[in-house]
């Protein structure tokens, strides 16, 4: 069965940096777009990016643009997500999810909290 | 961007009731070239990663209870659950992949009356 593991969180404190990796199985991992969904303690879900099967485009929400970078191995069945200049409202819950190009999120992460604090 | 609203926020249903979910769209996400509604809806259990229930606005999930449904189209959406079971406490979210940025509903907590 299709499995996602997140793994990089932590505490880290403001403007700090932090990398999240999450390594997939049980699934074609190349023929997935994926993605990064966050959701702060106690709050809703947020999409944060995607990217598309091969690597080769990425989109951001506004609210991470210029400072978050997604990125994937595809030989690794990897999937990552590079954070920089962190700001105390990037505290979250971190899922890795994926799904079939155009499509909805068809696989989820546990998901892996980061934590911004001073 | 588009926003999604869910109605209501919460509510409590007795087991074997049914428990009906709307969401609604700011702008359209009902793709004319292939007629499909780019809308999902997820289940997501205290402690646990959402879940896929229904996909294209009506599609069930593979494994998800025929007890879940949904139905809509354009920019009005409805998740109905008939006949609720403890199993399905939670809270349900309503997602556009329509555009980006992608943007989910804020969701609507279910619980047993």
């Known amino acids: 069965q299709a499995q996602l593991v997140e793994s990089g969180g932590g505490l880290v404190k403001p403007g700090g940096s932090l990398r999240l990796s999450c390594v997939a199985s049980g699934f074609t991992f190349s023929d997935f777009y994926m993605s990064w969904i966050r959701q702060a303690p106690g709050k809703g879900l947020e999409w944060v990016s995607y990217i598309t099967s091969g690597g080769t485009t990425m989109f951001y929400a506004d609210s991470v643009k210029g400072r978050f970078t997604i990125s994937r191995d595809n030989a690794k069945n990897s999937l990552y997500l590079q954070m920089n200049s962190l700001r105390v409202e990037d505290t979250a819950f971190y899922y890795c999810?994926?799904?079939?190009?155009?499509?909805?999120?068809?696989?989820w992460g546990q998901g892996k909290l980061v934590t911004v604090s001073s | 961007d588009i926003v999604m609203t869910q109605s209501p926020d919460s509510l409590a249903v007795s087991l074997g009731e049914r428990a009906t979910i709307k969401c609604k769209s700011s702008?359209?996400?009902?793709?004319?070239?292939?007629?499909?509604?780019?809308l999902a809806w997820y289940q997501q259990k205290p402690g646990q990663p959402p879940k896929l229930l229904v996909y294209w606005a009506s599609t069930r999930e593979s494994g998800v209870p025929a007890r879940f449904s949904g139905s809509g189209s354009g920019t009005d959406f409805t998740l109905t659950i008939t006949s609720l079971q403890p199993e399905d406490v939670a809270v349900y979210y309503c997602q556009q992949f329509s555009t980006t940025p992608w943007t989910f509903g804020q969701g609507t907590k279910v619980e047993i009356k």
């Open positions: 999810a994926g799904g079939y190009p155009y499509g909805p999120l068809d696989y």
């Open positions: 702008q359209s996400v009902l793709t004319n070239s292939n007629n499909k509604n780019y």
